[in-house]
């Protein structure tokens, strides 16, 4: 099964401007496969390979003496001595697309390149497969409301979860022979054995895996680290330092709240949300979709799928997500609240086959905020749009 990814547009884009290009995201996501595919005659080389990253390491002139650009150097954060000679190498030639990058662990790859290729590469970050792509629609545009009047594939509030359930990993959806739960207890391993070694000296890996239970029980909810510290056993600072790793390692994202004035009554609390919903059912141990859909936490997942389709539309077109959520100390809350150009566009999202009317007005937020208001959509698993106010749809979550 191919899948064209989105950011394959914003690849090429990139790679005319700059003499490197750079791809970030968690591991599996596709990075090395978009890169292959998108250059199938440029040599490739993975620093997976332990005697290449000796090499990259040890000589890093030799390395790029013996693999001349054009070159793809995938996982090349375990070289950081590297990124130096590269500096040297694009320095006296100044072509663009001369390497393509790829890898994770964020924090440290993104430092070591700050510190040596500031200003001659490009950086774009994968994420999941989204639904649009799923559905040969890789052209979508970013979402915004009023979205698009066709769906992105039609699905049941099943098929909706069955796809919330199974998550965004290509390899899930290229090898159907693959159940998963085989293929996320293999990537949780994996990811404990070697991002997490590298990124900290955790100590006890079956702490950790209970604190990525309890975070992924949490998604798509305001952060408590008080909380999340008593119930993990662990201080505050060892929350805030092993969530620092799940984003480092492109699992979690926090979605910040939006408020113009600091001193208004507004919660300035982040959410957390998984970045694959598949990988946060399976951690938080939602053996089925049936069980996800009829379970406590549907409207969570709801509402993190929601998050990260429209974060994806964005990030896959090399662009910073316009996201914010809306909440004062009166309980009034917006879900989603994109701003672009001093205009909000609110959304909703509810676990219901109908919305009420009524919502319509608790989108009604942006003239407290200083901002024009822009229309807004309640996302729910309706399957058809319909109007709530002049202003504002109820949309259905499965045309994102």
Known sequence: ??????????????????????????????????????HPDIRYVTLDDPDLRLLANQDPKLFVQRFPSPLIIDEVQYAP???SVLKLVVDADRRSGMYWLSGSQQFHLMKNISDSLAGRLGILHLAGLSTREL??????????????????????????????????YPELYVNPNLHPDDFYRAYVATYLQRDVRDLAQVGDSNAFMVFMRLVAGRTGQLLNVSQLANEADLTSAKVQAWLAILEASGLVIRLMPYHANQGKRLVKVPKLYFTDTGLAAWLAQWPSPETLMTGAAAGAFLETYAVMEIWKSYIHHGLEPPLWFYRDFDQKEVDILLVQDG????MDVKNAASVDRRLAKRLQVAEALGLRQGPGLVLSSTD??????GSVDSYPLGWL
């Open 384 to 389: 058809q749009r319909l109007p709530l106010s």
């Open 81 to 83: 001595e590297l990124f």
């Open 135 to 168: 559905a040969n629609d890789s052209t979508a545009l970013p979402f915004r409301p009023p979205g698009p009047d066709k769906p992105a594939a039609p699905m049941t509030s099943r098929a909706l979860f069955e796809r919330i359930w199974r998550g965004s």
């Open 1 to 38: 099964m191919f899948v064209r990814r989105t950011l394959s547009e914003s690849l090429s884009r990139l790679e005319k401007a700059f003499p490197v290009v750079l791809v970030t995201g968690a591991r599996q996501v596709g990075k090395s496969t978009l890169l292959k595919e998108h």
């Open 343 to 346: 205009t909000a566009y609110p």
